[in-house]
């Protein structure tokens, strides 16, 4: 008889061919078998708990620069509340530094533009041997200047296939680069990621309630309507059909976005939509929360109408769309968010950083408000979190799945393990033992005081265990870059 390194006795598996009963056995960093009676030289019991693949957060901001700021999770918190919450792999984003405008004639010039393989690497380099669970980083572009457009076969080479783009903020491509960012990518074998706002109708929008006195936070979700990110979405499906480019729609807010993306998938596009726990759970009530609490939640796009949260939870549940990322790009409120105002003179909400923390809790807040709540199955569950965005992004079967000769990131989540989350470090609420304080590096959490049934007991990374019941117990700089097949 084998014996295996590690064996997770008694749990249900949740795999891609549905729920079974068995056991998961591990040789080294990789699962090598699913069967009864598996015999290890380690045993772990999982009786009443699921077994599922590690989950995979495709859209995270890690020391994202923004302005003077940058966001507060770095490479090692960001990474350990991921683990504690069940999450094995991210990817975040390289953000090369903007081409000098105009031709590039000089020598000097040239060197100075930005070379996307030169930040690939830096951002590489910044992550190794800080972040605890794996990574994979997505390219942004920020121009399509032939000189960049020009290194996008070797940014897929490097195993980066995957380029976000940005239709709204100073970081916007017009559509003449936009469709020839997606030719290039295209052609490379890539895939092409698209923030998708209407960045001219918002900015006239945005003018326009400032001039009339209209500065606090509630006339963020004002300033940016839903059509401006309906139209936009429409906007780039068309421009990526037309180019044959792959495309993926970021962080999805509205029930009628995700209906264009899943029209467009109708038609026969390779298109895919991601939304986020924000987009389902929270609504832009608030951004009413008094004085300027509403800051917290400023991010772009807005939250929206309960409407939409429920047209995303119906779409995500028949895989319409696709995946559930957190877009975690938390800022502290004191002194980052309210811009460091103390006197009730804040800032207007247009300088407000945009982003909010989020990487934990979405396993656990899709399950308890997804399959607890009815509105997923258990295996939607898994795939929108984890095997979805390994498909996706060029990781599996490596990734995202329980299936033989995959790395062992497995998780085993408690169904019945009831938490409240809270951001506070020290509490002395009442029913304190259910009190969860995330990881995350914030003064506040958009979840504070949620309660939820069911969250990890376990996550392990390839083969070892890095979080139990919330606590952090693997190695600094644990995780390892991942190279991506074309995505
Ligand atoms: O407001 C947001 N979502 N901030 C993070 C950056 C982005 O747009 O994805
Ligand atoms: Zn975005
Ligand atoms: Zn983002």
């Not at 000089?106 to 992550?127: D, I, Y």
């Not at 960012?181 to 698209?194: F, T």
């Not at 945009?354 to 308890?368: C, D, F, K, S």
């Amino acid at each position: 008889m084998s014996y295996y390194d590690t064996v997770i006795r008694n749990g249900t598996l949740i795999t891609p061919e549905g729920p079974v009963n068995a056991d998961l056995g591990i040789v080294g960093e990789k699962i090598a078998a699913i069967g009864q009676g598996l015999q290890g030289r380690e045993v772990i019991d999982a009786t009443g708990k699921l077994v599922i693949p590690g989950a995979i957060d495709p859209h995270v901001h890690l020391e994202m620069p923004a302005g003077p700021v940058r966001s507060s999770d770095d490479w090692v918190t960001g990474t350990i509340a991921a683990a504690c919450g069940g999450t094995t792999t991210v990817i975040d984003f390289v953000e090369p530094e903007p081409a000098p405008a105009g031709p590039v004639e000089t020598l000097v010039e040239t060197l100075h533009a930005t070379s996307l393989r030169r930040a690939l690497a830096a951002r590489r380099a910044e992550a190794e041997g800080r972040a605890v669970i794996d990574f994979g980083l997505h390219m942004t572009l920020l121009d399509a200047q032939p000189e960049t457009l020009a290194e996008i076969p070797a940014v897929v080479a490097a195993g980066c296939p995957s380029f976000k783009t940005y239709m709204t903020y100073s970081m916007k491509l017009t559509d003449d680069a936009l469709i020839a960012a997606m030719d290039a990518v295209g052609r490379a074998g890539g895939m092409v990621m698209v923030h998708a706002e209407n960045d001219a109708g918002i900015a006239y929008l945005r003018r326009k309630l400032i001039e009339a006195g209209h500065v606090e936070p509630r006339y963020h979700p004002i300033s940016r309507p839903a059509s401006m990110e309906v139209e936009a979405i429409e906007r780039a499906l068309a421009l990526a059909e037309a180019a044959e480019c792959p495309v993926y729609i970021v962080h999805i807010s509205t029930g009628r976005g995700a209906a264009a993306v899943a029209a467009a998938r109708g038609r026969g596009q390779v298109a895919f939509g991601e939304t986020c726990p924000q987009y389902l759970l929270l609504t832009d009530a608030e951004f009413d929360r008094p004085g300027f609490e509403g800051a917290k939640f400023v991010c772009s796009p807005p939250l929206r109408k309960p409407e939409d949260n429920a047209a995303l939870w119906r779409l995500l549940a028949s895989a319409d769309l696709q995946t559930v990322g957190t877009d975690h790009c938390p800022f502290f409120y004191r002194g980052e968010k309210d811009l460091g105002q103390r006197d009730g003179a804040y800032p207007p909400f247009t300088r407000i950083p945009g982003g909010m923390p989020g990487i934990e809790a979405r396993l656990a807040l899709l399950y308890t408000f997804g399959v607890r709540a009815g509105r997923l199955t258990v295996e939607r569950w898994v795939d929108a979190c984890a095997t979805a965005p390994a498909r996706i992004f060029g990781l599996y079967p490596r990734k995202g799945a329980l299936v033989p000769g995959a790395d062992a990131d497995v998780v085993i989540f408690d169904p019945d393990r009831e938490v409240v989350l809270t951001h506070a470090r020290a509490t002395s609420r009442p029913g304190a033992s259910h009190i969860y304080r995330l990881h995350e590096n914030c003064d506040y959490t958009p979840y504070e005081g949620f309660g939820l049934t069911g969250w990890p007991a376990l996550t392990m990374l390839r083969g070892r265990i890095i979080a139990r019941d919330g606590k952090f117990v693997g190695q600094a700089g644990g995780g390892r870059f991942l190279e991506r097949g074309d995505g």
